[in-house]
């Protein structure tokens, strides 16, 4: 099975080469045999590299520590999950995994195009085809994980323990099923921009994969947030760490893409932006797997010093070069169709909410990079931390979040002063009179009450429009309110799910707001004795330790400290956290103690307890740190609601093929009666096809 | 027409104009220079303002240096980049992967009787696996941060 999984990924690394030579042959020819045998070397290539990757799991099951990668990432008494999920956990495998992912995302492309879109298709083929040729030859060349040790253990090294966490075995992929998602509207950018057919046809084809990188990057950062925050103990989920930072840059102007492609949708502007926005994010994501793994930029959880980062870097420059030429050639075919008619419009709001999401990037990427480029401009390194992104970022995601509530209420090209207050009072008056009321409360954080005002704002914004078609379907069609409420949605799944990712984006702003408040506590806790805190809420709790124990399980050795939590109007509750000593199958200890926080979740806050250590002579003694957390479960849920919302977005039509039908035949398909669209639409209509 | 796209640029400098003189001022505020044992012994002799700013520092620690104090808060070492040996001193929360020869980033000051007081203390996972995360520590540059944005 290793034999066969090496030799295929070696024949999958030659389909693809083959697949990419002919395909751009075939395009440039126009010779369709050539193209053809392109598609099918595709094909080929992806089922190789499933057989190069069953190989490998097949080896990291069965523990076959002849393998270096199985060695170094398993131990004999590791749990099968975590047996399986080591096949992302290292530099290798997550190459290999990558290859994965992209050869099939690619054969999807291929048999989902296979009667459409023809003229794009071998430029297609062709991109991705060469993308698949870099990252195989670098698996292949460089970061095999078929390598073999010269001799053969009797166990392996196992997997960190802080990968042991099914937030770690589920974040990775999610990233990469992201990141690698961004390929498909690249190639098609490339393919359109070669050809110069740069209508609607391409944009329609990818909106749909930008949509499943969307999803996938937000369900990735949301797990990779919470791992952080239940696995790392350090109280947080998010500290602008870059390898963090690489995950976010895509996301947001992947976001910015599927905003600034609705007007390229309605009104023909916007067409450069909106290739160089697909091109972007591609570039992006390769970007944050390049810091990632090269070890350029100091990061906590960066892969060890490798060629690998070579490489990406060569990648990188020549895709920019090759993708700056096309663009810079074809600028006349990009030319807007429509101009901006005024600022008080839908598409001001749009191309204002791109500029945030690009600045915000920006400064990211700009922060991410420093010590790079301070190194290369002025000879001394200089890192920025936290207090830099967030300084530029909370005003700017200020700013977001109320453009966020502003898009939705103001009509295409011009809106009237009478459109404006129509729409805008009730709103505005629900954010005005929750930040009032949080005032009268006693909130004094600045940042804070302009969150929550604007939160206010853009929650009320989202029900007044769900009221509103509510209200409509319930007239038109006499439907009971839950009927209505669920019919609206599925006849107009773009809009009515992007507002409830909208829903998403306010419940994480508020959730972000509440870590302005957080406390925190740092003691020492005899057995029996007390310890009171006030929460931000103003509520006095009492902490008792009832004692430190140690005890053995399965792979580790356990030292803990349970505690007593009382509080007023709450039965008391114990908390319990844990270090660890993870030991091999031998007893022997492998890697550095590992901590596991105790967290007592709640709508409000979670009280969040580490155990730093024990002291004292009998070893009793525990030295804690205790952490009111207000409102950190809102951000899992914003997160899955905005996942949610995606979904539903994505979700096919049902009604598709005959709307298809209907628009193939040369009627104009009726939009759902809630859409106000303007009557001189400059490209046709895409909705019903994507 | 070409009104409104006047207006919008206006608007988009203003935005884009804003966040970068955020930028350069937080980076003024709070960048901070990386340097290495050598290169910080080098820059407090040319600048002895060097001596009590904040600066990170990354490097290795030297195996048999570390000294915990009971209770696991606080903890004195050696670190070297090959060339200079400096003694750190710190006290707060250490890192689970914190041990000998583990390549490290502390954060703090370099004090004139030449030991670097570290507030921060961030350990790279050793060579024996990659990509180990830290237990990133809570800095005070990130308590004064009041949570994340966007």
Known sequence: MILLGELSLWVALLMAIWSATVSFAGGRMSRADLAASGERAMYASFAFVALASIGLWTALITSDFSLRFVASYTSANLPTVYKFSAFWGGQAGSMLFWCLILSLYSALTLFANRKRNRELMPYVTGTLATILVFFLGTTAFSANPYARLDWIPPDGTGLNPQLQNPGMAFHPPNLYLGYVATSIPFAFAIAALVTRRLDAEWLAAVRRWSLVSWLFLTIGITMGMWWAYVELGWGGYWAWDPVENASLLPWLTGTAFLHSIMIQEKRGMLRKWNVTLVVATFLLSILGTFITRSGVIESVHSFAQSPVGTYFATFLIVAIIVTAFLVATRLKDLEARAELESMVSREAAFLYNNVVLVGIAFSVLWGTLFPIISEAVRGSKITVGPPFFNTVNIPLGLLLLALTGIGPLIAWRRASIANLKRQFAVPVTGGLFLGAALFALGMRDGYALVSYTLAGFVFTTIAQEFVKGVNARRRMHGEPVPVAFIRLIARNRRRYGGYIVHFGVVVLFAAFAGLAFKKEYDLSLTPGASFSAVDPYNRTWTFTSQGVSRYEELNRQVTAVVLEAKRAGMAPTLIKSEKRQHVDSRGQPTFEPSTEVGILESLRQDVYLVLHGVSGDDRETAEIRITFNPLVWWVWYGGIIMALGGLIVMWPQATRSGARRRAEGGYVVVMQSSERRPADVPEPPVEAGV | ?150
């Open chain 2, 1 to 150: 027409m070409a009104r409104a796209r006047t207006k919008f640029i206006i608007g988009g400098v203003l935005v884009l104009g804003t966040a970068g003189y955020l930028m350069a001022t937080a980076i003024g505020e709070t960048g901070m220079y990386y340097l290495t044992p050598g290169e910080l012994t080098a820059k407090v002799k040319g600048d002895s303002t060097f001596y009590d700013t904040g600066v990170k520092m990354g490097a290795r620690v030297v195996p048999g240096t570390i000294e915990r104090e009971p209770g696991g808060r606080a903890v004195s070492f050696r670190v070297t980049d090959g060339s200079q040996i400096i003694p750190v001193t710190y006290r707060g929360v250490i890192p689970d992967t914190f041990t000998d020869s583990v390549d490290v980033v502390v954060e703090g000051r370099y004090n004139r009787e030449g030991t670097f007081v570290a507030t921060t203390l961030l350990a790279k996972c050793a060579s024996r696996y990659e990509n180990a995360p830290d237990k990133y520590q809570s800095t005070p540059g990130y308590k004064a941060a009041k949570g994340p944005a966007a």
